[in-house]
């Protein structure tokens, strides 16, 4: 399987040392807890305890929005940390429409969740994850919804939607 994207996470430089953590979990409502919960243990791991309040509240949203609007059996985790950021993605396989944040109104319990992850995060999207197999019209296989977390001396939040 290969990505394509366009304004995704900054690529790592030669060289640069990276330490990835993943996890695979049931699409359901009792796995944000588990999923939370690993995402602290591998920022912690990897020296990015600063960023670990706002990672869990990010991936809490991600992983409820692939419960509530995913057809899909499990998901998977990915923490890339980076010496200056941490990169989160949470993938699903449903196909069935593009992650968008949406303007919830005040007396809304849900609808938040993107746009919360848009003002906590450095940078945030979502990829189309597409089949490798040699054919003249590959295929998307899922998507994943991705956010780079910093510390607060890093730069300004922003968001890149990638197809």
């Not at 020296?47 to 949203?61: E, L, P, Q």
């Not at 919804?145 to 607060?152: H, P």
């Amino acid at each position: 399987m290969r990505t394509e994207t366009h304004g995704g996470p900054r690529r790592s430089q030669v060289g640069e040392a990276a330490d990835t953590y993943q996890l695979s979990a049931p699409a359901v409502r009792s796995s944000a807890r588990v999923v939370r919960e690993f995402v602290a243990a591998a920022l912690a791991a990897s020296g990015h305890r600063g960023v670990i309040d706002d990672a869990r509240i990010c991936v809490s949203d991600a992983v409820a929005n692939v419960v509530q609007h995913a057809n899909v059996p499990v998901l998977a985790v990915e923490v890339i940390a980076y010496w200056d950021r941490v990169v989160i993605a949470v993938r699903d396989d449903d196909l069935a429409g593009q992650p968008a944040p949406r303007a919830a109104r005040l007396d809304d319990e849900g609808g938040r969740g993107l746009m919360l992850i848009g003002r906590l995060a450095h940078r945030w999207g979502v990829m189309w994850l597409w089949d490798e197999t040699p054919h003249p019209d590959p295929e998307p296989v899922g998507k994943r919804v991705w956010f780079e977390l910093r510390n607060a001396a890093q730069g300004p939040p922003g968001m890149a939607l990638a197809s």
